[in-house]
């Protein structure tokens, strides 16, 4: 269907439900779809981080997209993370999600080795000539310490190679200097800055961000929608108050430190503890190797989303 | 004059004007006091990052707090900086603060060494005890590795070891969870939250904060204040559109940056150029070893400060 | 033929020679595999970070990997690096490893994602599991920043998961009081401590690591077995100068930086420029976005082959 | 008695024993010189990070120098640590250290601020001009993020700057970098390359190292002295053996991790319980907030002790 410009709006970046084995289940990836379409999300955003892209292998990836392409069929955009190394890893990616039907692609800096940044503009021409897609940068330093700044990414902006910014750095103030940037150069209408920090989406908005890709719009699509909906309609106040809403129901991504488990198998865990509670997904289990949320965990998770109004 | 409960408003943290040969120019300080307070700051923070407090023996410290104290004459609150590497040597300078007349103490975690969520609480309890002013936290990850997060944070809220929060940690996300943390608890009127992220000041109000510690304050109160007064009154697109004239003023911090300067040089250099230029102090110094700045980005500063207004 | 018990001895990280394409050059890599050969390396790593695996996509990363098995003809143990971010994408490429022949793997932490111990150690064990092949864990923290320390090895050591680690860490400190722990285990007879740190092979060789795995044994392998031999008759004063004249050598790693390259781009450019001018590849092409070294560079490293008497 | 000209052997950096109420225990001080001095040390260093310079008040660090100053009665020279965030505070130390009778100085880069390499060198110039003692550097990257390597110090050896460095950042492939273009110089003469690797003592000597600032060698300075004797006459094997036996003991330092303390109070904590146990101090303290170690742990020293042959 082609991808809006400037892209707007709340764009979840969708889990990838698995079955107890391991496999993509695209039954749930499909009833996931609906459960944020339904809620009014303009896009979706397949392979992620929230995705556990770093966890699925090409298959899986392959899975997971076809099935997200299938279940939207055409009603909004599908942005395809294609995250991988470098350009020739991250071009086969692109070229299958082409193939596949995305609707656009979502790539990061090269990480695991070093890159400077000649090099990464080149990365991003490379990966936009060679998949015939448009492209969003994905600056993720949590994951990839390269930062893209505005000295990256404005001739990248200014020269079509890149359609918009998901911004998951958390540097609002970074991000309010490359709107102001790109509206000076007449660029704010083309090119999408849209922000990853789902606890400070209202900021980001009120900064001029054209949307939000948020992880925990998987659980609650419904609650950045209205944020949205209330930001374009400048009801400020109200905004901030569903975003305080969101962020208390955030504490269902900790519910799993006190057992030693990584931070994303906490996070991730609790998003799918949370959908499969709701009822959206058929199995709670994430990648290997991470260890799934314990009991008293999941509970925590049912006590987040009872207080949030949500079960 | 005590400190308000909570703490808020614009709180600029003021530069440190000294002379050509490296002192501090007391009246160049009791100048930039009057530019900030005929401009509506509500209170004042001296030996901050801005303040070049890293550069400035205890002797100069000292001289520089007592001319501020003197100069704000009670007009306002006067919080004064106390960094160093870990609690003795903090105490030495807080108790030098008390006695020089500060109405309140900013002080981080221990830094240079290794430390722990026990030890950093214990740290500010024998701090807030030792010196006996309102305590406020200063949590500044370029500096001091250690993050001031919640599980830090809200047990001294709660037993009243501390006052508040400085955030210059740019993570408008974690602000928000401390500050939904804090409504909860009832101490959102007890523990002010003041960003530090002047280019995100809009939002951090937005969400709750209580006010702003803004380097570029210094050149700009009156806009900072503006801003301030629109969040307040609920104007959040004049609020934005005022952060937003700021954010390109900030560019007059990165005007170094071509000649191989480090950063601090160069802003804090641009902070001085600007305030020099504007006639508030006599020389636009930094402390040795910064360099100053070049001609050209003496130049390129008064284009930012007349494209603001400013000039 | 399999892998010795513990491993031991040189083994040369072998860069991915290309095509002025950028296709794998398998000619180039065979002559590469008799340049290290001859002068006595006891076993060849394909794919590690000098082989640029980071920027090979799966193709010309099996295309390497099997013309290096064709080439080596079972003289020495191959082994392969299987580098991606998590189990599923590091098990795709051991199996398709093991299927052309390699001898053993080399498998990094998880990356990308956040990880933790246990997820570690279970990574480790399904990769062993999975592939059938002896594994070797690889701590390179510039690419990978979750450390392999004794922590998580020595129980990976203890139940035959790992049969060694190539430490890239830089941390001589670590090494040793891996390499005692392991002794009081009666493990270092079966697990092999490989050092990376090409400039302190003499060192590690000293505190009793099995071997070295050094990028620049690509260009001078003969000097790497020299030192290893003087080491293993306890000849350490010549192993010091030797090492000396490698580490004097090594400058033709930086002769990219003022040219403003990655280090990687100038690292790997310098490789490859000096296996050009040696006549043993045939084009000194890096992978793209890798810009290649100027010719001021590529004179340079003239230079220190010649200053180390190699030209 | 000035300083050696390169200064070598082994330096301990002395820790600074505490009174149960904090203040600085000079008679215990005494013992610990008598400590290391009748193992054969050939100079002291004071207020290094083992002293717990960064917990102690000015009053304090003066307390200390000038007991050691005293203990020391001119049998070897005193090095003394003048650590602080930027040049004119570091210049308050210097003259005070120089007064007290220092033999050299020992400084790190600017920390807390942000720095640049030709702000670094004019930082130590300032401090060798200002203090009129020798000066060695300081890299300690665990504590002082800017690294100084051989750009930033060639050119400070060159112009008499700096008398040596203390490299206290693990990196040996570094260390070997710059012994090898210090030789090429003809500087390795005047400027002395001490590590603060404790556990790769043997290899940095190897590698041409002047000497050794180990923590450890507060509780077996016998045990370092025989160790750099090994060294200077070629008995690498039992140099080896040597510091084997103290990676072992150096286990001394972890045993507070599972008690939640910091690495510091644990590895503090460690070397002060071993030297009370040895009777060398009245008392384990270590400096507030670091907390004082468990009994269990207590325990766990003296079985390393034991077994390290020295109760």
Not at 57 to 86: F, I, K, S, W
Not at 220 to 235: Q, T
Not at 236 to 256: K, P, S, V, Y
Request: hydrophobic letters at 50%; aromatic letters at 4%; charged letters at 20%.
């Amino acid at each position: 269907m082609g991808l809006p410009v400037p892209l707007s709006g709340v764009v979840p970046p969708l889990c990838t439900p698995l079955t107890p084995s391991g496999e993509v289940d695209t039954r749930s990836l499909g009833s996931l779809v609906e459960h944020v379409l339904a809620a009014g999300a303009h896009a979706v955003f397949v392979l992620g981080s929230s995705g556990e892209t770093a966890y699925l292998d090409d298959a899986r990836r392959r899975t997971a997209l076809r099935a997200a392409v299938d279940a939207v069929a055409g009603r909004v955009p599908v942005l395809a993370g294609v995250v991988d190394m470098t350009t020739a890893r991250v071009l086969d990616h692109a070229r299958a999600a082409a193939a596949l039907g995305a609707d656009a692609l979502v790539a990061t800096a090269p990480f695991y080795t070093a890159t400077h940044p000649v090099e990464v503009r080149d990365h991003f021409r490379r990966i936009r000539a060679g998949a015939g897609l448009p492209l969003i940068a994905y600056d993720i330093p949590s994951s990839v310490p390269t930062r893209l700044d505005a000295g990256i990414l404005l001739p990248l902006a200014e020269d079509g190679t890149l359609a918009g910014l998901k911004d998951s750095s958390g540097d609002l103030g970074g991000l309010r200097r490359l709107l102001v940037a790109l509206r000076r150069r007449g660029l704010d209408a083309s090119f999408a800055v849209l922000t990853g920090s789902e606890l400070a989406v209202d900021g980001a908005l009120l900064a001029g961000a054209h949307g939000v890709v948020p992880g925990l719009g998987n659980v609650d699509p419904a609650g950045y929608v209205r944020l949205y909906e209330h930001a374009r309609a400048g009801r400020w106040a109200e905004a901030a108050a569903e975003q305080d809403r969101l962020a208390a129901l955030f504490a269902l991504t900790g519910t799993g430190d006190l057992a030693g488990m990584s931070w994303s198998a906490s996070a991730l865990g609790g998003f799918k503890a949370a959908l499969h509670l709701l009822g959206v997904i058929d199995c709670p289990a994430t990648a290997a190797p991470q260890h799934p949320l314990p009991g008293a965990a999941v509970d925590a998770v049912r006590h987040h989303l009872a207080e949030a109004g949500l079960l």
